[in-house]
């Protein structure tokens, strides 16, 4: 069992810099790929990054290629979402997610065994 518990939302000006942090407890948190989706106001759950257990693949949805950077601290069981250049349409909340793989979890639906219970991100214009 995972437990996974986000911080670092709130609100920001366009343009403007947040970093999340996921923290998992369990002694297992190192075998599992992380993963950071969103989910606006009336639109469905999106993948945004991911990356494997070791840190060496990460995955990004190409909307956010550059902007955005997961990282991971196994030693401290927290998974990072550096969120740079913030527009208005970032707005959303962002779950932190663990699975089996990055792959699977860039792949969502699906791959995702267990999910945080979310972060609110507002950035305003």
């Known amino acids: 069992q995972v437990q996974l518990v986000e911080s670092g939302g709130g609100l920001v000006q366009a343009g403007g810099s947040l970093r999340l942090s996921c923290a998992a407890s369990?002694?297992?948190?190192?075998?599992?790929?992380m993963g950071w989706f969103r989910q606006a106001p009336g639109k469905e759950r999106e993948f945004v990054a991911a990356?494997?257990?070791?840190?060496?693949?990460?995955y990004y949805a190409d909307s956010l290629k550059g902007r955005f950077a997961i990282s991971r601290d196994n030693a401290k069981n927290t998974v990072y979402l550096q969120m740079n250049s913030l527009k208005p349409e970032d707005t959303a909340v962002y779950y932190c997610?663990?699975?089996?793989?990055?792959?699977?979890?860039?792949?969502?639906?699906?791959?995702?065994?267990?999910w945080g219970q979310g972060t609110q991100v507002t950035v305003s214009s």
């Open positions: 997610a663990a699975g089996r793989t990055s792959g699977k979890l860039r792949d969502y639906p699906g791959g995702i065994d267990y």
């Open positions: 990356i494997s257990w070791s840190g060496g693949i990460k």
């Open positions: 369990g002694r297992t948190f190192s075998s599992y790929a």
